[in-house]
């Protein structure tokens, strides 16, 4: 009997010590639980993040695309501008020209006793000076249409400049996001 007695406490002592490691197992199982569904939500976030980057990377990319399209436009209209100064400026230095030769006619033909030529010299002045008062005016225009598209172009090139800085601000947020890093110690 006390064998048998023997054998109980020592089968009562395995069952504990099994019971114990059963026990040990089942907080093991449950840790490894936890950390999954943490890993997991982990996981889910750094997904969703990433989507929210890439769809406001791809925003920004068309939206610099719109910028550059108009700046490219806005250059063309500005070489255009550019090359109606020119011309302008051309055509007025040539009607200047004309003037003082018709002003020097006019001296001239103030010794010629035909009111003719007088009166034809004053016509063709008058439609010269109205010449050079519209290409004056003309010119003031396109320097005006010159100054806007210039400050535009800048403005687009300041809003490109811009995007560009959220981008790479949004990338490094979305990196420090998915490393579990501060942005500032990248």
């Known amino acids: 009997m006390s064998r048998l007695r023997e054998d109980v406490r020592k089968m009562n002592s395995e069952r504990d010590a099994l019971e114990m490691k059963l026990a040990d197992e089942e907080y093991s199982a449950n840790g490894w639980k936890g950390e999954k569904e943490r890993l997991e939500t982990k996981i889910a976030d750094i997904a969703q993040a990433y989507e929210k980057s890439t769809n406001a990377q791809t925003e920004q990319q068309s939206q610099i695309v719109s910028l550059l399209s108009q700046v490219r436009e806005l250059r063309r ?23 003082t030769d018709i002003a020097q006619e006019h001296l001239d033909t103030s010794r010629m006793t035909s009111d003719r030529a007088m009166q034809a010299l004053h016509l063709e002045r008058q439609e ?59």
């Open 77 to 99: 209209v500005l070489d255009e501008a550019e090359a109606e100064r020119s011309n302008l400026l051309k055509a007025r230095r040539n009607l200047e020209a004309r003037l």
């Open 128 to 186: 010269l000076r109205s010449s050079l008062d519209e290409q004056t005016e003309k010119m003031g225009l396109m320097n005006q249409k010159l100054k806007k598209a210039e400050s535009h172009a800048t403005d687009c090139q300041l809003q490109l400049e811009q995007i560009r800085q959220e981008n790479s601000e949004l990338d490094k947020a979305n990196v420090s996001s998915i490393l579990g890093v501060d942005i500032h110690e990248i």
